[in-house]
């Protein structure tokens, strides 16, 4: 069996007992059945892929067969408490406007993804010469899912562009959430980012 994703792990850290969740591109559903177990959730999936859907529904998740670039505009404003996308963000064309809707229709937002800035894909680029190939970033240039691969900063400086608040941050590599590196040099030393987010004020 699988080790569960470290991402995953601070996801249900973060997401309070008996909340509304929705899930954009929820894969299997392993995220929405483990927070339904462990903090008594009621959940919702957004997803294409049919066997994916399968998965869902073996497990007992709700969910719905619909693109998410098509947007969110079939709920209304604060229908959940939390929206979550993970490792999905930067597969969008138009992630900015994702991140918009998820903070109308979620009070708060929750968004994990590979950071372009670790050091070992800037060596790639900057000494192999070639895109990098890591833990986070396993495919390569002409078989990629992602669109818009980012930067920590580069995420950040898009929240405040469009008015989104940042709650809370973690960083995370292979084997640890929030090392000292990590932490210090966040955007050099973080594999993966989550971040929680709400509408600015």
Avoid at 90 to 103: F, R, S, W
Wanted: glycine share 6%; with cysteine.
């Amino acid at each position: 069996m699988n080790a569960p994703r470290t991402d995953f792990q601070i996801i249900e850290q973060w997401i309070a007992d008996d909340s509304r969740l929705l899930d954009l591109a929820c894969g299997d559903g392993t995220l929405l059945a483990t927070l339904r177990q462990t903090k008594n959730t009621v959940g919702y999936g957004m997803e294409i892929s049919q066997p994916d859907i399968n998965a869902c529904l073996k497990k007992g998740i709700n969910v719905i067969h619909r693109d998410i670039e098509l947007g969110l505009e079939v709920f209304d404003d604060h229908s959940f408490d939390y929206v979550l996308t993970t490792h999905s963000i930067q597969t969008l064309k138009y992630p900015a406007h994702i991140l918009e809707e998820m903070v109308r229709v979620g009070t708060r937002g929750i968004v994990s993804f590979p950071n372009m800035g670790h050091w070992r894909a800037r060596a790639h680029i900057g000494l192999g010469g070639h895109m990098p190939l890591t833990d986070s970033l396993p495919h390569h240039w002409h078989d990629t899912p992602n669109y818009h691969l980012c930067t920590l900063k580069d995420f950040e400086t898009l929240c405040n562009t469009l008015n989104i608040e940042i709650l809370q941050r973690a960083t995370l590599t292979a084997t640890r959430v929030n090392s000292l590196a990590s932490q210090l040099l966040p955007n050099l030393f973080s594999e993966t980012a989550l971040y929680e987010i709400t509408a600015g004020k």
